[in-house]
């Protein structure tokens, strides 16, 4: 957000950290004694006498022979927002949050090569390699498992619904991974990684993220929010409002028991939350974002103490009215070597402190890896209801060119044109420069949100046949979703994790930016409305800042109505033209929104859906029958809602893949199901 560092710096300002006797409660001090020149670092990882630190899009390849003069050897450029990392056998993996899995070639270590830029499932946060496994955590799908035997070739083997996952460590075939929101621990069974199935849940007092299995123990990092208990002193049970490190007994693999916790200092600052943790010769290694690093020894794993710490530097920047402000920094990640921790630095640089005598290179742990056995033939979900189309890559979405024909946006396959009845045919495909994740077709043009790739714009010909006629693109920012909420010539787009613009592509080749606008909070998904409110308002919520209004056709530029529902409705939700209203979904159905309300939420009326307290998903409307899909979940929900303050529900059911928008063909439903394919009703 625009407006990030200045709202970090007041809060810096207006509520330091709570104050203590940090020697006397975390031990020493820790000193900063060397930094690599890399630039902000948001994670690092250490293989022999090579770091490999992830910042800013790079990938930096740093000689640490000598920690106390570490030297940059390359650098590979243009990976997206990185998060996390893996390395092994010359191959680093990347999580790149919404620009999804880069896969670099790093065994000549002055000249990273690009391998592949794959298509997760969802925003790609933690990383974790066994065997020809690899284990992405997504920010709000669970944990993927992909096939890297052949790093160049990656392939999607499943996907298990762990919820909000950020890090994840595996054993034995056995993934431990930190969910975030719910506050758990969650334990996967993977040794067959094409079925795995979760064995446990285990309850944390904070946000799970990092993790760490050392012996006979997994350590788990947490942090804000605690689950409710008292926080304010340092004797209550839930000091530091869920910062802390958990440990749990691996007596049983599948079902972990809980030993003890050890609680930090309740700092909290918007905007960079993470937490890891490393192991290494009975002392745990907690990175912990704005607290920077606490050296917790683990000996004895029912009785904690942090004996060490190191707070990550103050860094300077230009205000205009204080010239100079000392302002926060946070911690991505870190990682070990003999007698030194290497520091990611997330607004500042890679950093290398001193430790002599604490850190060490960890262990390996001794691992039986999963097999990948030979893949089966998919299985058709209800046959005797559904017809499959299965493309080589995802499919996000669908939209309608005809009665009988689609525009089916796949991923890395590109947006293939396709006759739907009596059976699927492909009649096109139309290349696409990156991944084509979201498709809207307005009169005889097809709008395709190519990621990386930018917008790119079909005319159709002659027949069924399309032409490129145009496109669009933002420099270092993907484009993941396209509207076009009638025939007219200003369009909608998503650009990056957070922005959306306005477009007027009267020209396709010149095209120009009307309006570009962003709220707090990330676009995660499907989070701009299908249609226009009275026909020229149109809508986008952001997972903070709640529902903002647009006024599409006002004269000469569109503008912002100033009218805000601030009210998180839920990343997975979405918005839909009804009239003079905007329905959106919310946990167990709907409400209907009107542009001047502004909530709270248990003040307007929620019209149920039949699904219990769950997430509907993104919406659509069809004859009077409300469609919706949750991609997280893969819930399907159909209710009739001829009466929109009387919904009747008619069915839900889950699909296998991760549904996007629903649309509705001659009654029958046609569903992007992510890497299970296109779905379509056969009655």
């Known amino acids: 957000m625009k407006y990030l560092p200045t709202l970090l710096l007041l809060f810096a300002l207006i509520f330091p950290s709570r104050g203590a006797d940090e020697e006397r409660d975390y031990g020493p001090t820790l000193p900063i004694i060397a930094n690599a020149g890399t630039g902000p670092v948001m994670d690092v990882v250490v293989i022999d006498h090579l770091a490999y630190a992830i910042g800013r899009g790079a990938l930096h390849v740093v000689d640490i022979s000598t920690p106390t003069e570490p030297k940059v050897l390359g650098k590979l450029g243009g990976l997206g927002e990185v998060r996390q990392l893996v390395v092994s056998d010359g191959v680093a993996y990347i999580g790149s949050r919404h620009d999804g899995l880069f896969i670099v070639e790093v065994k000549n270590p002055g000249q990273p090569k690009l391998l592949k830029h794959y298509d997760t499932v969802e925003f790609a946060t933690g990383m974790e390699l066994a065997g020809d496994v690899l284990f992405a955590a997504h920010r709000n799908f669970g944990v993927e498992l992909i096939d890297v035997s052949d790093p160049s070739n990656p392939q999607h083997l499943s996907l298990i619904r762990t919820g909000e996952a950020q890090s994840v460590v595996s054993r034995d075939g056995f993934l431990y991974v930190g969910v975030w929101a719910s506050s758990e621990l969650v334990v996967v069974d993977a040794r067959n990684p094409r079925q795995p199935t979760i064995t446990a849940r285990c309850p944390l007092d904070g946000y799970g993220d990092g993790v760490d299995v050392e012996g006979n123990y997994v350590y788990v990092a947490t942090g804000h929010h605690s689950r409710g208990a008292a926080h304010k002193e340092p004797g209550d049970p839930g000091f530091g409002a869920g910062h802390g490190l958990e440990v749990f007994s691996l007596d049983d693999p599948a079902q972990p028991e809980f030993v003890s916790r050890i609680k930090f200092p309740p700092l909290y600052e918007i905007g960079n939350d993470m937490w890891s943790v490393t192991v290494a010769n009975d002392l745990a290694f907690v990175a912990d974002t704005w607290n920077g690093i606490f050296v917790v020894d683990v000996s004895d794993p029912g009785t904690l103490q942090v004996i060490a710490h190191c707070k990550p530097p103050k860094r300077s920047i230009d205000s205009p009215r204080t010239r100079k402000s000392t302002f926060g920094n946070f911690i991505g990640g870190l990682a070990l070597t003999q007698d030194y921790i290497l520091m990611a630095g997330g607004f500042s640089d890679l950093h290398v402190v001193k430790a002599a005598g604490l850190a060490a290179v960890p262990t390996p742990e001794t691992d039986k890896a999963p097999s ?99 496109g669009y693109q933002v420099r270092g920012k993907p484009i993941r979703q396209v509207e076009t909420p009638d025939s007219g010539n200003r369009i909608i787009i998503q ?189």
């Open 495 to 683: 650009v990056g994790g957070s922005q959306f613009s306005i477009l007027d592509v009267s020209d396709p080749v010149k095209v120009k930016p009307l309006l570009t606008d962003q709220q707090r909070g990330l676009l995660y998904g499907d989070q701009m409305m299908r249609g226009l409110v009275e026909d020229r308002y149109a809508a986008i919520h952001w997972h903070v800042g709640g529902v903002y209004w647009y006024d599409l056709k006002a004269k000469p530029l569109p503008v912002s109505t100033g009218d805000n529902f601030p009210v998180r409705i839920g990343s997975k939700n979405g918005l839909i033209a009804l009239g003079d209203k905007t329905l959106a979904t919310v946990r167990k159905g709907y409400v209907l929104l009107d542009k001047s309300d502004r909530g709270p939420l248990d003040a307007l009326e929620i019209y149920s859906v039949g699904i219990g307290r769950q997430n509907p998903g993104t919406p659509n409307i069809d004859s009077g029958i409300f469609y919706a899909a949750d991609r997280s979940t893969g819930l399907v929900t159909v209710a009739n809602i001829s009466d929109p303050k009387n919904p009747k529900p008619i069915e839900n059911f889950v699909t296998p893949g991760n549904p996007g928008r629903i649309a509705i063909s001659k009654g029958c439903m046609i569903i992007a199901d992510g890497y299970h394919g296109l779905m379509v009703e056969k009655k």
């Open 372 to 470: 990948i056995g030979k893949a089966l033939p998919p299985e058709d979900y209800e046959p005797e209801r559904w017809k499959m189309y299965r493309p080589e890559g995802q499919v996000y979405s669908v939209d309608l060119c005809s009665e009988n024909l689609a525009a089916v946006a796949c991923g890395s396959a590109g947006t293939h044109i396709v006759k739907l009845w009596p059976e699927i045919e492909l009649l096109q495909v139309l290349p696409s420069k990156g991944f084509a994740m979201d498709v809207s077709v307005s009169g005889n043009r097809i709008y395709v949100a190519e990621s990386a790739g930018g917008l790119s714009i079909w005319e159709k010909t002659g027949g069924d046949q399309y032409k490129p006629v145009g």
